[in-house]
């Protein structure tokens, strides 16, 4: 009896086997077809941070160190996550390199700009990486300004993008940044060096921030290449939109 129930049990475990092979072989094939792995879409590179996606308080980039070797805007030290700064640097330079550089401007009109060919084209750091509380009473500030309205122009602490280290404001000399041709070469160029214009006017509605030119923020490539080539912002790159 033995015998014969062993023999019943291994003809209808080797049924449910050839049935379940059938079925796989039905379903359709599932392959990863996005143009980037999904290894460096989960690199810290391209964390996303914005109100529903909150840094801790004891958020700290690693490594953290000091930008040196650009110009400033400030007095102050500026730091960002490592290798967020050799990128920041290497553009720089290549902005530095640049003596003549021709550019349609706001109004549709091709302009020429000239540079000394000892500087180049210049650029200033204005500002890097924010710890929670730095964030916090910038925040706090801001408000104290503006009648204790918060008008999305200043991130909370927790939602700053300068929190990550991978964040960074730029600006020029003598005039505000936007409509200049160092803003134009920068919005052109960024995304070649692994950055992105995270903030852009066709995208308020999904960041759920104000357009900021001068707020550029490291992703690395390729993701900053494929952002700018599918006209994607963060959120939509990430499938968070």
């Not at 204790?148 to 991130?155: F, H």
Request: net charge negative; with cysteine; proline share 2%.
């Amino acid at each position: 009896m033995n015998k014969l129930v062993c023999g019943i049990l291994t003809v209808i475990l080797c049924l449910t086997a050839v049935g379940a092979l059938a079925q796989e072989s039905d379903l359709p094939e599932v392959r990863w077809t996005y143009p980037v792995s999904l290894t460096e879409i989960q690199s810290k590179y391209a964390m996303l941070v914005n109100a529903d996606n909150m840094l801790e308080k004891d958020f700290e980039p690693d490594p953290l160190v000091k930008v040196t070797g650009v110009k400033r805007a400030t007095s102050a030290a500026v730091y960002l996550e490592e290798t967020a700064a050799k990128a920041l640097t290497e553009m720089f330079n290549a902005a530095a390199a640049v003596t003549e550089y021709v550019y349609v401007n706001e109004n549709g009109k091709e302009k020429t700009a000239t540079y000394d060919e000892e500087t180049g084209m210049v650029l200033y750091l204005k500002s890097g990486y924010r710890s929670y509380g730095t964030q916090s009473t910038t925040y706090a500030n801001y408000l104290a300004r503006n009648n204790n309205v918060d008008d999305g122009y200043v991130a909370k602490p927790g939602t700053s993008e300068h929190h990550t280290g991978l964040a960074f404001d730029i600006t020029v000399a003598g005039t505000i940044f936007k409509g200049t041709e160092q803003q134009i070469w920068l919005h052109k160029h960024c995304w070649d060096y692994g950055f992105i214009i995270r903030y852009q006017e066709d995208k308020e509605d999904i960041t759920g921030f104000l357009a900021e030119c001068w707020h550029i923020r490291y992703v690395g490539l390729p993701h900053s290449t494929e952002m700018r080539d599918r006209n994607l912002c963060l959120e939509e790159y990430l499938g968070e939109a």
